[in-house]
């Protein structure tokens, strides 16, 4: 059974970071891109960042591009967003997923990942 297990969310202010940590159980992390999404209330889930299996090519939605950062560490099952000056508008539930297929590049759309944690919050206050 494939679990990803969230955490690291909470509340902060404009300008301030978080850092959000997702572990893989159930299938061999190190051989799977990841990527991170967030949804909004009563926005659709979109793209925020993803990681090859080996972390050695990463892509972003411009929304964060230059303030977020995605790394992992495959001795830890594990997958990082490092988040930087943050806004109000990065305001929603974070979900980490891993990715459908073997060694590929991570995919910008849901459709690409086959396995979602439960996701955490972040709320960014003005």
């Known amino acids: 059974q494939v679990q990803l297990v969230e955490s690291g969310g909470g509340l902060v202010q404009t300008g301030g970071s978080l850092r959000l940590s997702c572990v893989v159980s159930?299938?061999?992390?190190?051989?799977?891109?990841m990527g991170w999404f967030r949804q909004a209330p009563g926005e659709e889930r979109e793209f925020v960042a993803g990681?090859?299996?080996?972390?050695?090519?990463?892509n972003y939605a411009v929304s964060v591009k230059g303030r977020f950062t995605i790394s992992r560490d495959n001795a830890k099952n594990t997958v990082y967003l490092q988040m930087s000056r943050l806004n109000p508008e990065d305001t929603a539930v974070y979900y980490c997923?891993?990715?459908?297929?073997?060694?590929?590049?991570?995919?910008?759309?849901?459709?690409?990942?086959?396995?979602w944690g439960q996701g955490t919050q972040v709320t960014v206050s003005p």
């Open positions: 997923a891993s990715g459908r297929f073997i060694g590929t590049m991570p995919a910008m759309t849901s459709v690409g990942y086959d396995y």
């Open positions: 990681i090859t299996h080996n972390g050695g090519e990463t």
């Open positions: 159930g299938r061999t992390f190190s051989i799977y891109p």
